[in-house]
């Protein structure tokens, strides 16, 4: 792709490997975009000059980051490539347009998170990028004192300016607002430690999911976690505060089985009597089955008049990506939002693998409660049968594109 300009062109970082569902979805939500150019974590569209659908577009599931495109650099020397990007139109359009803005740069990935060790982070290179950005910015006047701020302090919807290294020597610059919390990070990235005594990768993967979608649990709440063994999840919701409930038929890992706040059910999650799961108000569910049979179990807990789950946090596996087609995944969150789950998101974590992520509550708003179908509750505003399912791919994304691209 040569040059693309402001408000031609979107691109997305993603998982490498995960472009071909990721383009799936996009066909299905934006028929008119036209694939661009496009490597293993990276992919980007010709969307037409209508800034404004592209900012009304969500996110996608298997997108890690969205960001409007305002040009490309390739320069082998860092020096000049740092002073190139500021001289870019849009970028110093966008610039002059904000009060604040807040820069994040990050390099494509090109290994599965887990993979000989690797976890998706910040690199070395990444920082070196963003220090000679700001020194070029300074050099050239292109930002002032105070104009650049820190994404963590930055108000929401904040402009983001995102410079992505699909190669070392190859950035693609373009924007978003910071409207999520995923947004504020560099590459969706949230900052997450792992212990030293981390028990599995599923410690990544819980703190991820409870990072980036807030759910209002508290410590002493109790959770069941469906595939528990050998117990990261677990040891992250231990580490919060949190009483586990755990079951599965797999022996767990001493630091979690040995925790006073856990309790071990060793057995299938169909063998335990549904009223060992009533202290319960969260459910996670990680099984190493296909999506629908994670759902039939999930389904026979949150159905159960003896229970009274307020959220959810599921791990979808994903043998192939054909069990992740645009219909499948709305067919997830149906199935979901039929149990009385309104505030439902989708999306693949960062340290997701080959799975997903779905978080669900029963409103947003009103986060307490609704019985299930079998046992609805009369009055409550969220039981009006009429009333529109709040379904949501991920937070939105909704964008106010800056003055100069309206
Ligand atoms: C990916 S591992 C779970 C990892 C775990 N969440 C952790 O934090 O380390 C999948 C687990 O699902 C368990 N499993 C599969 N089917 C199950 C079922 N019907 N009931 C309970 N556990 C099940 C397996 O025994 C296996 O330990």
């Not at 792709?1 to 799936?24: I, N, Y």
């Not at 595939?227 to 990261?232: D, I, K």
């Not at 159960?304 to 994903?318: A, E, Q």
Request: aromatic letters at 6%; hydrophobic letters at 40%.
């Amino acid at each position: 792709m040569s040059s693309p300009t402001a408000s031609q062109f979107v691109f997305f970082t993603c998982q490498p490997g995960a472009e071909q569902p990721l383009k799936a979805e996009l066909a299905a939500s934006q028929p008119e975009w036209r694939l661009a150019f496009s490597r293993p974590g990276f992919v980007s569209f010709k969307c037409g000059d209508n800034v404004g659908a592209i900012l009304a577009s969500r996110q996608p599931t298997f997108a890690r980051t969205l960001s409007i495109s305002l040009g490309r650099v390739s320069n082998s020397s860092l020096t000049a490539a740092a002073h190139e990007v500021w001289q870019i139109e849009g970028v110093a359009a966008l610039v002059a347009s904000q009060e604040s803005i807040v820069l994040q740069v990050w390099q494509r990935d090109s290994l599965l998170p887990g993979e000989n060790g690797f976890e998706p982070t910040l690199t070395p290179l990444a920082e070196e990028v963003r220090q000679a950005l700001l020194a070029a910015a300074r050099e050239s006047d292109a930002l002032t004192d105070g104009h650049l701020i820190d994404a963590k302090v930055a108000p929401t919807d904040s402009v983001v300016l995102d410079v992505v290294m699909v190669e070392p020597n190859e950035w693609y610059i373009g924007w978003h607002r910071a409207l999520a919390r995923h947004q504020r990070w560099p590459g969706g990235m949230l900052p997450i430690a792992a212990p030293d005594d981390m028990v599995s990768r599923a410690y990544l993967k819980m703190e991820e999911a409870l990072k980036w979608s807030g759910l209002p649990a508290v410590r002493g709440d109790v959770w069941v976690e469906l595939g528990c063994a050998p117990g990261g999840a677990s040891q992250a919701l231990l580490n919060r505060g949190f009483q586990v409930i755990g079951v599965d038929p797999a022996e767990v890992d001493e630091l979690v089985a040995g925790n006073p706040r856990f309790v071990h059910m060793r057995k299938r999650s169909n063998e335990v009597r549904r009223v060992e799961y009533a202290p319960a108000k969260w459910l996670a569910a990680d099984l190493n089955v296909a999506p629908q049979y994670t759902l039939d179990a999930v389904e026979d807990v949150v159905a159960h008049p003896s229970t009274s789950i307020r959220g959810l946090v599921l791990t979808l596996k994903l043998a192939d990506w054909s069990v992740a087609s645009p219909e499948l995944l709305t067919q997830y969150i149906e199935r979901v939002r039929s149990w009385g789950f309104r505030d439902i998101r989708l999306r693949q974590l960062v340290h997701n693998r080959q799975e997903l992520c779905l978080v669900a509550l029963h409103s947003r708003g009103q986060r307490r409660m609704k019985r299930s179908r079998r046992r609805p509750t009369k009055g409550a505003p969220d039981d009006s049968p009429s009333g529109p399912p709040e379904v949501r791919f991920d937070a939105p994304t909704k964008m106010v594109p800056p003055h100069h691209l309206r």
